[in-house]
């Protein structure tokens, strides 16, 4: 419930981010550190292309549900490059 109240007040987009780094935290940062690290490397010009190419190649990297894979792809090429 309170998880619940958080994400509506979170806003849709912040939700969104939240879950995508929770399905970080539990489906990648066993192996790799950091989120912001980890898109640093990405391939691709447009954060788009990016995360078509993360899209793919998680097809064969992880076993994951294809929403989630979709999410984290999106999330982590949307990360800002510093
Ligand atoms: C069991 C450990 C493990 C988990 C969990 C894991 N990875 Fe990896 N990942 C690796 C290893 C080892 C490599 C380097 C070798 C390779 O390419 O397979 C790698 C490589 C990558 C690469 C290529 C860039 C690079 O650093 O070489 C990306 C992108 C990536 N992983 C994303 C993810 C994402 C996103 C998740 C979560 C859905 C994830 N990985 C979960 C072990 C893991």
């Known amino acids: ?10 806003g849709l987009i912040l939700a969104g981010q939240a879950a995508a780094q929770e399905a970080y935290d539990r489906h990648c940062a066993k192996c790799h550190a950091s989120a912001d690290r980890l ?7 447009t954060p788009k292309e990016k995360a ?3 899209d793919q190649f998680l097809e064969s990297h992880r076993k994951l549900d294809p929403d989630v894979r ?3 792809a999106e999330f982590l090429a949307g990360l800002p490059r510093p």
């Open 52 to 54: 078509a190419k993360l």
């Open 70 to 72: 979709a999410k984290l």
């Open 1 to 10: 419930m309170v998880k619940l109240l958080t994400l509506i007040g979170a």
């Open 39 to 45: 898109a640093r490397k990405l391939e691709g010009a």
